[in-house]
């Protein structure tokens, strides 16, 4: 948790753009890393926290984090989503999901001939729904804190979108009938999630917004307090 901050903290945006194929690769999973086990962490703490002073036990009911495994190791970005999205499930289902059925149906699908297209449209867009309010939300995030052209964030969270409702979509067909190993179905959702997460990361590295996270790094005060006493 607290190494990669470390690490990164000694980056500059210039360096980082002249890293090789295997260096951006390393980076990408530190991000991504970071973000996981940041706010799984704080999830944890919370609850052993919560756990601790009440003195009551820690009920799966109350704690649903507790029965959804890691996502890091899911197979499949529909599966990688479900269990990411779990710990903020009411919100966007009730700011994206509910919303764009309810218009739906209201106006395009329950008017509609083709039940097929409708049902299909009731299927996708709703999901697509979710993960457009998503970005939109990082997106805020990103002009709040550094004035930034928007973009990057809705475009990675709409292509997170498509690789959850294709992934579904096969698994849901071709999964039935051919068995793939879980090892390589992990590997494959790691690559499609640290190939797209360059549009993710590019605004917070290009305005070094991991410094937020490296500058509260017990290692990078320890680091620079031995310096300051002319250790280093």
């Not at 295997?22 to 706010?39: K, P, Y």
């Not at 919370?46 to 029965?67: P, S, Y």
Request: charged share 10%; proline share 4%; with cysteine.
């Amino acid at each position: 948790m607290d190494v990669i901050p470390f690490v990164m903290s000694f980056l500059t945006f210039e360096a980082i753009q002249n890293f090789n194929i295997v260096q951006n690769f390393l980076l990408r999973i530190g991000v991504a890393a970071m973000v996981i086990f940041d706010i799984s962490l704080l999830n944890y703490t919370i609850m052993i926290l919560c756990a601790a002073i009440t003195g009551d036990l820690v009920h799966d009911t109350e704690w649903t984090l507790v029965r959804h495994y890691f996502p890091g190791f899911a197979t499949s970005p529909s599966e990688f989503w479900r269990q990411w999205h779990h710990l903020f499930q009411y919100i966007w289902v009730d700011l994206g999901f509910h919303p764009v059925k309810y218009i739906l149906r209201k106006y395009v699908t329950g008017k509609s001939k083709n039940r097929q297209l409708a049902n299909g449209l009731e299927l996708v867009l709703p999901v697509m729904g979710v993960f457009l309010m998503s970005g939109l939300m990082h997106e805020y995030m990103m002009i709040g804190m550094w004035h930034i052209r928007p973009g990057h964030m809705t475009l990675f969270f709409l292509i997170q979108g498509a690789g959850t409702i294709i992934s579904k979509a096969l698994n849901n067909t071709v999964g039935q009938k051919i068995h793939v190993p879980p090892a390589i179905l992990i590997t494959l959702t790691w690559i499609f999630n640290l190939t797209t997460a360059a549009l993710f990361v590019e605004p917070v590295l290009k305005n070094h917004g991991y410094n937020m996270v490296a500058n509260q790094s017990l290692l990078l005060h320890s680091y620079n307090l031995l310096r300051s006493n002319g250790i280093f």
